[in-house]
């Protein structure tokens, strides 16, 4: 089993509300990383990080913000949640080195209203 | 990265083997096949990756053709929690690569 925590596992929200989507891993992996996906469509990489304060923008344009303070800490923020934000967000983590093998979470299903 | 072409779906009788097809003919000599299901939409979970030769876990066996231009994840017995999205991805393995999930197989495991 993967040890890798997201929270909350599901969150409605007002529009123009801000949130943080949290992202824990106890692995002492060094890459992190945040997908979207729409429900039955693909996951989308949004932001990933390699290390502590790195932090890098993915395939897919975001209007969430990330950060990494601590190794096992990669949180999400939306400043202003819009009904566009509505999606499951997926976070992962990976070793830096070696193999590709990337351990997800159950994610986090947000509803803006 | 390359790209990877999966069919869309495909089914198969409980018990029986499911063989996953995959191409990828731009594959570069530095990547890796990888394989990843996603189960009604939990976080996706790695089954196995490869590069030349074929490889086997408790999970799935990986068949790559010589000219690894093509691939089939073997499921030896399929089961029922088995349905689900699988992705074929192929990824270099350097520090800063990525995985890019495309659309996927969708299995279906009937009684």
């Known amino acids: 089993e993967a040890d890798i925590y997201q929270t909350p596992r599901y969150l409605v929200i007002g529009t123009g509300k801000k949130i943080t989507l949290e992202c824990s891993q106890t692995?002492?992996?060094?890459?992190m990383y945040w997908y979207q996906q729409d429900p039955g469509m693909e996951l989308h990489l949004i932001h990933y990080?390699?290390?502590?304060?790195?932090?890098e923008k993915g395939d897919l344009s975001s209007e969430s913000t990330v950060s990494r303070i601590r190794t096992e800490h990669f949180p999400l923020t939306l400043e202003s949640a819009r009904p566009s934000h509505t999606s499951q967000y997926l976070c992962?983590?990976?070793?830096?080195?070696?193999?590709?093998?990337?351990?997800f979470g159950p994610g986090t299903r947000l509803t803006v209203t | 990265d390359a790209k990877t072409t999966q069919p869309t779906s495909m089914d198969c009788a409980e018990g029986r083997a499911a063989n996953l097809p995959c191409n990828h003919s731009?594959?570069?000599?530095?990547?890796?096949v990888y394989w990843y299901r996603q189960i009604h939409s939990q976080g996706p979970q790695y089954i196995i990756h490869?590069?030349?030769n074929n490889e086997t876990n408790e999970m799935a066996s990986l068949i790559i053709t010589e000219d690894r231009k093509s691939s089939t994840l073997i499921l030896p017995h399929a089961t029922l929690r088995d349905t689900a999205v699988y992705y074929c991805i192929v990824t270099a393995t350097g520090a800063n690569s990525k995985l890019t999930f495309g659309k996927g197989i969708t299995l279906s495991v009937r009684p």
């Open positions: 992962a983590s990976s070793v830096r080195q070696g193999s590709y093998e990337q351990y």
């Open positions: 990080s390699y290390g502590v304060n790195s932090t």
């Open positions: 692995m002492g992996h060094d890459k």
């Open positions: 731009t594959i570069s000599g530095n990547e890796y």
């Open positions: 490869g590069l030349k």
